[in-house]
């Protein structure tokens, strides 16, 4: 069972529009919310770790923001470029009841921004 | 001077084979990490080990043997090589054990084909 999941499963925008997508996670015992981008060969890489039930972070034009009472986060891109485009990750590390430690990822939003 | 690397990047093989797979971090972190891509694209933990001690083995067929000489170096081998184990296999670190708080480095990826 996937206790990580993420919503769109894959995303098609125009450049310029803003966009966003979430993740769902496990609300008890929250220990953390990781989002990650993975380009097209290559590996993923973290964009934000968020701890904090409000937390909100900024990283250029894009952000996120994490609920963990209800157990949801969001990402957002403000004013999409092509180079925008990649798969957008999330992962906490209790989903599922797991050992502390294990990082269990959503399946991914799969973004394309088209020229 | 990249932070997770891992070797070979693509490895093609015969069933029945022993195949390593090595992965070297210099980012001085505590904690390194197995993770298996699966069919679906998902970022499946195998292992984890902390300063050279196993932390998390998640079911894995004990045909797969982490090795990890120093808390450098993080190697996969695997025995008998199956069709089923054709996968992309990544690497990754963090600084401490419970990556709550932490992001995970990734390396590039090893694809493995069992032919």
Known sequence: ILNVEQSPQSLHVQEGDSTNFTCSFPSSNFYALHWYRWETAKSP???FVMTLNGDEKKKGRISATLNTKEGYSYLYIKGSQPEDSATYLCASPNAGGTSYGKLTFGQGTILTVHP | DTAVSQ??????????NDKSIKCEQNLGHDTMYWYKQDSKKFLKIMFSYNN??????????????PKSPDKAHLNLHINSLELGDSAVYFCASSQDQGVAGTEAFFGQGTRLTVV
């Open chain 2, 52 to 65: 050279k001690e196993l932390i998390i083995n998640e079911t894995v067929p004990n045909r797969f043997s």
């Open chain 1, 45 to 47: 890489e973290a964009l």
């Open chain 2, 7 to 16: 070797t070979p990047k693509y490895l093609v093989t015969q069933m029945g």
